[in-house]
Protein backbone atom coordinates (compact mmCIF):
# COMPACT_ATOMS: atom_id res chain seq x y z
CA UNK A 1 0.00 0.00 0.00
CA UNK A 2 1.40 3.20 -1.02
CA UNK A 3 1.99 6.24 1.40
CA UNK A 4 0.50 9.46 1.79
CA UNK A 5 2.39 12.13 1.78
CA UNK A 6 1.20 15.83 1.78
CA UNK A 7 3.05 19.05 0.57
CA UNK A 8 2.50 22.70 2.35
CA UNK A 9 3.03 24.91 -0.83
CA UNK A 10 2.69 24.71 -4.41
CA UNK A 11 6.00 22.85 -5.81
CA UNK A 12 7.13 22.59 -9.67
CA UNK A 13 5.65 20.06 -11.45
CA UNK A 14 9.05 17.92 -11.85
CA UNK A 15 9.03 17.80 -7.62
CA UNK A 16 5.49 16.33 -7.35
CA UNK A 17 5.75 13.97 -10.41
CA UNK A 18 8.72 12.72 -8.51
CA UNK A 19 6.80 12.26 -5.10
CA UNK A 20 3.46 11.08 -7.04
CA UNK A 21 5.32 8.12 -8.56
CA UNK A 22 6.17 6.67 -5.33
CA UNK A 23 3.15 8.14 -3.03
CA UNK A 24 -0.05 8.82 -2.88
CA UNK A 25 0.30 13.30 -2.96
CA UNK A 26 -2.07 15.98 -1.83
CA UNK A 27 -0.78 19.55 -1.64
CA UNK A 28 -1.94 23.32 -1.06
CA UNK A 29 -2.43 24.96 -4.35
CA UNK A 30 -1.18 28.32 -3.59
CA UNK A 31 2.33 29.43 -4.34
CA UNK A 32 2.59 32.61 -2.23
CA UNK A 33 -0.06 32.01 0.14
CA UNK A 34 1.19 29.40 3.15
CA UNK A 35 -1.63 27.06 3.94
CA UNK A 36 -4.10 28.00 6.98
CA UNK A 37 -3.67 26.06 10.23
CA UNK A 38 -6.68 24.65 10.29
CA UNK A 39 -6.27 23.08 6.67
CA UNK A 40 -2.22 21.69 7.76
CA UNK A 41 -4.31 20.30 11.15
CA UNK A 42 -6.49 18.71 8.55
CA UNK A 43 -4.78 17.34 5.92
CA UNK A 44 -1.76 15.60 8.32
CA UNK A 45 -4.41 13.54 10.11
CA UNK A 46 -3.59 10.37 7.98
CA UNK A 47 -0.03 11.18 5.92
CA UNK A 48 3.21 9.44 6.51
CA UNK A 49 5.23 12.02 5.19
CA UNK A 50 5.02 15.58 5.03
CA UNK A 51 6.67 18.25 3.00
CA UNK A 52 6.82 21.61 4.98
CA UNK A 53 8.65 25.05 4.56
CA UNK A 54 9.55 27.47 7.53
CA UNK A 55 6.65 29.31 7.15
CA UNK A 56 4.50 25.86 9.13
CA UNK A 57 5.13 25.97 12.43
CA UNK A 58 5.27 21.60 13.32
CA UNK A 59 4.31 22.17 16.92
CA UNK A 60 3.49 19.18 19.36
CA UNK A 61 -0.63 19.81 18.24
CA UNK A 62 0.31 19.13 14.60
CA UNK A 63 2.28 16.44 15.65
CA UNK A 64 -0.60 15.43 18.02
CA UNK A 65 -2.80 15.34 14.89
CA UNK A 66 -0.91 13.16 12.44
CA UNK A 67 -0.74 9.34 14.51
CA UNK A 68 1.07 7.59 10.85
CA UNK A 69 3.93 10.46 10.28
CA UNK A 70 7.29 8.99 10.10
CA UNK A 71 9.05 12.15 8.47
CA UNK A 72 8.64 15.65 7.98
CA UNK A 73 11.09 17.09 5.20
CA UNK A 74 11.71 20.84 5.44
CA UNK A 75 12.89 22.80 2.32
CA UNK A 76 15.25 24.90 4.46
CA UNK A 77 18.44 24.35 6.49
CA UNK A 78 16.86 25.89 9.70
CA UNK A 79 14.16 23.54 11.13
CA UNK A 80 13.56 25.95 14.02
CA UNK A 81 9.96 25.95 13.29
CA UNK A 82 9.76 22.40 14.04
CA UNK A 83 9.43 20.84 17.31
CA UNK A 84 12.53 18.43 17.49
CA UNK A 85 11.89 17.41 20.50
CA UNK A 86 8.38 16.22 20.46
CA UNK A 87 9.28 14.98 17.17
CA UNK A 88 11.87 12.64 18.53
CA UNK A 89 9.56 11.63 21.15
CA UNK A 90 7.28 10.34 19.09
CA UNK A 91 10.13 8.18 16.98
CA UNK A 92 9.20 10.94 13.63
CA UNK A 93 12.72 11.42 11.41
CA UNK A 94 13.30 14.79 10.61
CA UNK A 95 15.36 16.19 7.57
CA UNK A 96 16.46 19.71 6.25
CA UNK A 97 17.94 20.87 3.27
CA UNK A 98 21.85 21.81 4.54
CA UNK A 99 24.49 22.02 1.55
CA UNK A 100 23.17 22.80 -1.20
CA UNK A 101 22.64 26.69 -0.95
CA UNK A 102 25.83 27.24 0.50
CA UNK A 103 26.97 29.00 -2.16
CA UNK A 104 23.88 31.01 -3.12
CA UNK A 105 23.63 32.18 0.07
CA UNK A 106 27.09 33.63 0.95
CA UNK A 107 26.78 34.88 -2.34
CA UNK A 108 23.69 36.99 -1.48
CA UNK A 109 25.72 37.86 1.75
CA UNK A 110 28.52 39.58 0.15
CA UNK A 111 25.36 40.96 -2.46
CA UNK A 112 24.03 42.89 1.01
CA UNK A 113 27.15 43.85 1.99
CA UNK A 114 28.49 45.36 -0.52
CA UNK A 115 24.68 46.81 -1.09
CA UNK A 116 24.61 48.44 1.72
CA UNK A 117 28.18 49.63 1.94
CA UNK A 118 27.89 51.35 -1.58
CA UNK A 119 24.75 52.81 -0.94
CA UNK A 120 23.13 50.98 -3.93
CA UNK A 121 19.30 50.95 -3.12
CA UNK A 122 19.19 54.44 -1.83
CA UNK A 123 21.55 55.75 -4.71
CA UNK A 124 19.18 53.76 -7.73
CA UNK A 125 16.21 55.80 -5.16
CA UNK A 126 18.04 59.19 -5.55
CA UNK A 127 18.06 58.47 -9.81
CA UNK A 128 14.67 57.10 -10.40
CA UNK A 129 13.10 60.29 -7.43
CA UNK A 130 14.79 62.61 -10.17
CA UNK A 131 17.05 63.63 -7.71
CA UNK A 132 20.64 63.46 -9.46
CA UNK A 133 21.39 66.90 -10.54
CA UNK A 134 24.92 66.96 -11.13
CA UNK A 135 28.67 65.27 -9.86
CA UNK A 136 29.59 66.33 -6.37
CA UNK A 137 32.53 64.91 -4.51
CA UNK A 138 30.88 63.90 -1.49
CA UNK A 139 27.67 62.89 -3.44
CA UNK A 140 26.09 59.28 -2.00
CA UNK A 141 29.58 58.37 -0.74
CA UNK A 142 29.76 55.04 0.86
CA UNK A 143 32.64 52.32 2.84
CA UNK A 144 35.02 50.45 1.20
CA UNK A 145 35.14 47.18 1.29
CA UNK A 146 38.52 45.96 -0.77
CA UNK A 147 40.84 45.20 3.00
CA UNK A 148 38.53 45.96 5.38
CA UNK A 149 37.92 44.09 8.49
CA UNK A 150 34.81 41.27 8.18
CA UNK A 151 33.69 39.65 11.62
CA UNK A 152 31.52 36.62 10.60
CA UNK A 153 29.53 34.44 13.64
CA UNK A 154 28.97 31.33 12.94
CA UNK A 155 31.32 29.66 10.95
CA UNK A 156 29.69 26.76 9.08
CA UNK A 157 29.45 26.30 5.65
CA UNK A 158 28.40 29.38 4.48
CA UNK A 159 30.81 30.98 6.64
CA UNK A 160 33.54 29.31 5.74
CA UNK A 161 32.55 30.46 2.06
CA UNK A 162 31.44 33.81 2.61
CA UNK A 163 35.31 33.65 3.58
CA UNK A 164 36.12 32.39 0.36
CA UNK A 165 34.74 35.50 -0.87
CA UNK A 166 36.06 37.89 1.90
CA UNK A 167 39.67 36.94 0.63
CA UNK A 168 38.74 38.14 -3.19
CA UNK A 169 38.77 41.39 -1.91
CA UNK A 170 41.67 41.19 0.43
CA UNK A 171 39.81 41.45 3.80
CA UNK A 172 40.60 40.66 7.13
CA UNK A 173 38.74 37.74 8.34
CA UNK A 174 37.59 37.44 12.36
CA UNK A 175 35.75 34.70 13.49
CA UNK A 176 33.61 33.88 16.43
CA UNK A 177 31.98 30.44 16.58
CA UNK A 178 30.68 28.63 19.31
CA UNK A 179 33.36 25.67 18.84
CA UNK A 180 36.70 27.27 17.97
CA UNK A 181 37.92 25.71 14.54
CA UNK A 182 42.04 25.95 15.04
CA UNK A 183 42.11 23.57 11.39
CA UNK A 184 40.21 26.07 9.60
CA UNK A 185 42.22 28.88 10.90
CA UNK A 186 45.07 27.89 9.20
CA UNK A 187 43.36 26.28 5.79
CA UNK A 188 41.72 29.94 5.30
CA UNK A 189 44.32 32.24 6.65
CA UNK A 190 41.44 33.48 9.46
CA UNK A 191 41.62 34.35 13.19
CA UNK A 192 39.34 33.63 16.32
CA UNK A 193 38.17 36.55 18.18
CA UNK A 194 35.59 36.54 21.23
CA UNK A 195 32.37 38.13 20.18
CA UNK A 196 33.66 41.41 21.82
CA UNK A 197 36.20 41.80 19.97
CA UNK A 198 34.99 40.71 16.88
CA UNK A 199 32.15 43.24 17.25
CA UNK A 200 34.79 46.21 18.15
CA UNK A 201 37.46 45.50 15.75
CA UNK A 202 34.93 44.35 12.20
CA UNK A 203 33.71 46.84 9.71
CA UNK A 204 31.14 44.72 8.48
CA UNK A 205 29.47 41.90 10.94
CA UNK A 206 27.36 38.92 9.42
CA UNK A 207 25.64 36.84 11.22
CA UNK A 208 25.27 33.33 9.90
CA UNK A 209 24.52 30.96 12.19
CA UNK A 210 21.47 28.47 13.02
CA UNK A 211 19.01 29.95 15.30
CA UNK A 212 18.20 28.88 18.72
CA UNK A 213 16.88 29.98 22.06
CA UNK A 214 20.54 30.30 23.24
CA UNK A 215 21.19 33.11 20.69
CA UNK A 216 17.70 34.78 20.71
CA UNK A 217 18.67 38.89 20.23
CA UNK A 218 22.71 38.16 20.62
CA UNK A 219 22.81 40.93 18.92
CA UNK A 220 21.49 43.82 21.10
CA UNK A 221 21.92 47.07 22.63
CA UNK A 222 25.36 46.27 24.35
CA UNK A 223 26.76 44.33 21.62
CA UNK A 224 25.75 47.36 19.04
CA UNK A 225 27.04 49.67 21.51
CA UNK A 226 30.33 47.72 20.92
CA UNK A 227 30.55 48.29 17.31
CA UNK A 228 32.25 50.93 14.88
CA UNK A 229 30.29 54.25 14.21
CA UNK A 230 31.25 53.05 10.52
CA UNK A 231 30.48 49.15 10.48
CA UNK A 232 27.68 47.67 8.91
CA UNK A 233 25.55 45.02 10.13
CA UNK A 234 24.79 41.76 7.89
CA UNK A 235 22.08 38.99 8.65
CA UNK A 236 21.15 36.43 6.33
CA UNK A 237 20.91 33.76 9.45
CA UNK A 238 17.05 34.65 11.48
CA UNK A 239 15.61 37.70 12.33
CA UNK A 240 15.18 36.66 15.99
CA UNK A 241 19.25 36.49 16.29
CA UNK A 242 18.96 40.56 16.19
CA UNK A 243 17.05 42.72 18.78
CA UNK A 244 15.51 44.61 15.91
CA UNK A 245 14.41 47.69 18.31
CA UNK A 246 17.67 48.01 19.48
CA UNK A 247 18.93 48.17 15.77
CA UNK A 248 16.21 50.67 14.77
CA UNK A 249 17.69 53.30 17.46
CA UNK A 250 21.36 52.02 16.69
CA UNK A 251 21.31 52.80 12.63
CA UNK A 252 19.03 56.05 13.76
CA UNK A 253 21.00 57.67 15.77
CA UNK A 254 24.29 56.78 13.89
CA UNK A 255 25.80 54.41 16.08
CA UNK A 256 26.54 51.91 13.45
CA UNK A 257 26.27 53.03 9.82
CA UNK A 258 24.53 50.58 7.86
CA UNK A 259 22.72 47.27 7.95
CA UNK A 260 21.43 44.59 5.35
CA UNK A 261 18.75 42.74 6.36
CA UNK A 262 17.26 39.36 4.46
CA UNK A 263 15.45 38.25 7.09
CA UNK A 264 13.45 39.39 10.20
CA UNK A 265 11.54 37.93 13.31
CA UNK A 266 8.21 38.14 11.41
CA UNK A 267 8.32 37.17 8.39
CA UNK A 268 6.57 38.83 6.01
CA UNK A 269 7.70 41.93 8.11
CA UNK A 270 5.66 44.39 8.21
CA UNK A 271 5.36 47.27 5.66
CA UNK A 272 5.20 49.83 8.73
CA UNK A 273 8.30 48.17 11.01
CA UNK A 274 10.36 51.08 11.98
CA UNK A 275 13.45 49.75 10.09
CA UNK A 276 11.83 49.95 6.65
CA UNK A 277 11.50 54.00 7.22
CA UNK A 278 15.36 54.24 7.39
CA UNK A 279 17.54 54.96 4.23
CA UNK A 280 21.06 53.50 5.65
CA UNK A 281 18.76 49.59 5.64
CA UNK A 282 18.77 47.31 2.49
CA UNK A 283 16.16 44.86 2.95
CA UNK A 284 15.05 41.96 1.19
CA UNK A 285 12.20 39.64 1.38
CA UNK A 286 14.03 36.45 2.95
CA UNK A 287 15.84 35.35 -0.52
CA UNK A 288 19.13 33.81 0.97
CA UNK A 289 18.92 30.56 -1.21
CA UNK A 290 16.80 32.04 -4.05
CA UNK A 291 18.08 31.01 -7.21
CA UNK A 292 16.51 28.84 -9.37
CA UNK A 293 19.10 25.81 -9.28
CA UNK A 294 19.58 25.84 -5.72
CA UNK A 295 15.61 26.40 -5.05
CA UNK A 296 15.27 23.22 -7.43
CA UNK A 297 18.08 21.74 -5.64
CA UNK A 298 16.90 22.15 -2.28
CA UNK A 299 13.57 20.93 -3.26
CA UNK A 300 14.81 17.35 -4.93
CA UNK A 301 16.78 16.99 -1.64
CA UNK A 302 13.55 17.41 0.24
CA UNK A 303 11.92 14.81 -1.69
CA UNK A 304 14.72 12.68 -1.96
CA UNK A 305 14.49 12.20 1.91
CA UNK A 306 10.68 11.40 1.93
CA UNK A 307 11.50 8.78 -0.98
CA UNK A 308 14.13 7.09 1.35
CA UNK A 309 12.70 7.41 4.85
CA UNK A 310 9.10 6.15 3.80
CA UNK A 311 10.81 3.36 1.28
CA UNK A 312 12.16 1.85 4.83
CA UNK A 313 15.85 3.35 4.24
CA UNK A 314 17.80 6.27 6.08
CA UNK A 315 17.50 10.01 5.69
CA UNK A 316 20.09 11.68 3.79
CA UNK A 317 20.65 14.62 5.43
CA UNK A 318 18.72 13.55 9.26
CA UNK A 319 18.09 16.12 11.43
CA UNK A 320 16.76 13.67 13.81
CA UNK A 321 16.51 9.68 12.78
CA UNK A 322 15.45 6.68 14.05
Known amino acids: ?15 VDKLSSHFYVRMWQEEDVPVPRDVLLKEIEDVDGLFCLLTETIDEEVLTKA ?10 V ?13 GIVVTNTPGVLTETTADLTFTLLMAAARRVV ?21 QDIYGATIGIIGLGRIGEALVKR ?21 ELGIHYATL ?12 LLPYSTEV ?20 TARGGIVDEVALYHALKDGQIWAAGLDVFEQEPVPV ?20 IQTRTNMANLAADNLVSVLNGNKPLTPVISK
Open 122 to 142: ESSDYLRNGDWKTWSPMQLTG
Open 78 to 90: GYNHIDIQAAARK
Open 272 to 291: DHPLLTLPNVVTLPHIGSAS
Open 216 to 235: HHLIGEKELALMKRNAILVN
Open 1 to 15: MKSKVYITRKLPAEI
Open 166 to 186: AKGFDMNVLYYNRTRKPEKEQ
Open 67 to 76: PSLKVISTLA
Open 196 to 207: AELLQQSDYVCL
